[in-house]
């Protein structure tokens, strides 16, 4: 009880310097909550710590239901042994998986903030306490394994599963976490076999591109969806073109005369309707 205690202390620490670091930026000026690249760089910077701290809480609760599982389960029925262990083993693979997430998440937080022109010094410290906050509860994850692996000989089907777990992780999170996208000129997707011609009937209705019915993804490019916010073009704006579908508002597309940005605001929304990203080059 007194390490759960400590733990929510902790959570409770890391939660009251975040909040207390956006209403710092709420109380800019008027003038500089309108969409300019350093409002967008706060935001960016702001939808990834609000991420990293619902992680830590949705960690925090899958280890206490692994504490409360694990606990008298030598007088539990064979049956309810069985269920409890797996339980216990997807409890962990969420815990794992959501850790490696929010690692991914706090470099990408660090990287992004230190190379903008726009950087936030402040954000420097509480990128620091993420760090230490995720090394602590990455430890406290240790620990709880090295507890569930000493349980009654009558888990030994949940000894093999705990056994396994990091295989398993690090498979279930690439099929989690991965996304396609490829781009380029009509004739260019179409040979790729992509897009498919259309007859001068469909224009008539107001269709200009029609996807494939089958396409192979390894002509597109992988990439992982919580480390890619944003994709770049060598492309104006207006040359550009996405044909997928994907959740309006969950993206932004913005650009000059020579080059464009896809800023991804909602990595769940944008991916949600669609795992593979096609624009067309006009």
Partial sequence: M??????????RGAGVAFFVFLLLLASCSPEKQKHDPQQEHIESMMAI??????????????????E????GIEGKESQNVEQIGKDIASSIR??????????????????ENRSSS?????????????????????SEVNI???HVQKLNKQLSSLMATVDVLDE??????????TAYYISGTFNELVDKGVLVRINPFEKLFGSEYRLAPDF????????????????FFDKPLKNLKIITPHTVGSYELVGGKTSSLLLIRDESAFWQKSRCLVIVVE
């Fill in 2 to 11: 007194d390490s759960m205690a400590l733990r929510e202390r902790r959570l």
């Fill in 144 to 146: 709880l394994k090295g």
């Fill in 168 to 177: 398993y992780i690090q498979n279930q999170e690439v099929q989690l976490y």
């Fill in 94 to 111: 969420f815990i794992d998986s959501t850790l490696v997430a929010s690692k991914n998440l706090v470099r990408k937080l660090e990287e």
């Fill in 68 to 71: 409360r599982l694990s606990s």
């Fill in 49 to 66: 710590l609000a991420q990293v701290q619902k992680n830590l809480g949705r960690i925090q609760q899958k280890e206490s239901v692994v």
């Fill in 118 to 138: 726009y950087r936030v010094e402040s954000l420097d410290r509480l990128v620091s306490e993420l760090q230490v906050a995720i090394n602590t509860k990455d």
């Fill in 216 to 231: 192979n993804v390894n002509r597109f490019k992988k990439i992982d969806i919580t480390e890619t916010k944003d994709l």
